[in-house]
């Protein structure tokens, strides 16, 4: 007997999508209006800085953001099923890829929404950016790229670390 379809009122849509990205309690949609009001700088040492949400109290809770990108498929070493791929573009090792990639406003015709809050996304993380503290002397590196016009944001996450490079042999550990 096949599936029964779902019916009309528990079908996900992209506005049902764009009322729990709104709603949804942990977190604030990345497009909110002035989101920087909601979110404290922490200078938190050996762990790293972190943001987090205003009125947390003596427990600080982590601030998350939310919302619905396509991923880039310039320098993305994965397939869509999340494996290597060994034919990239420099012929790199899995242990020389950094696990990054850079998200843009999305394209479907369905998820209008993305594309038209994406500038919004990229002016609430460049406030973010504006409350590090740092030395006038540093250069400011920014998860905001700007690439022949196209804005995205990079994420970048440090997995493994390669510990031992030996004729092309490598051990990775996690860091």
Not at 57 to 66: D, K, S, V, W, Y
Not at 70 to 75: A, F, G, K, L, P
Request: charged fraction near 20%.
């Amino acid at each position: 007997m096949p599936p029964k379809p779902k019916s009309s009122s528990t079908r996900t849509t992209p506005a049902s999508i764009l009322q729990k990205l709104q709603n949804s309690p942990g977190g604030f949609y990345a497009a909110t209006p002035k989101l920087i009001r909601h979110v404290e700088y922490f200078i938190g040492g050996w762990d790293g800085n972190i943001l987090v949400s205003k009125g947390g109290g003596l427990q600080p809770t982590e601030f998350i953001i939310r919302g619905v990108f396509e991923i880039s498929r310039n320098d993305f070493n994965f397939t869509p099923d999340a494996n290597f791929n060994p034919s990239n573009v420099f012929h790199g090792h899995f242990a020389d890829v950094k696990l990054s990639c850079h998200l843009t406003a999305g394209r479907d015709n369905a998820f209008r929404f993305s594309s038209e809050d994406f500038p919004d996304v990229i002016d609430n993380l460049a406030h973010f950016e504006g409350l590090i503290p740092r030395a006038t002397e540093y250069e400011k590196l920014s998860v905001i790229h700007n690439s022949l016009g196209q804005r995205s944001v990079k994420l970048t996450h440090s997995l493994f670390e390669v510990s031992v490079r030996h004729n092309y042999t490598y051990t990775c550990t996690l860091p």
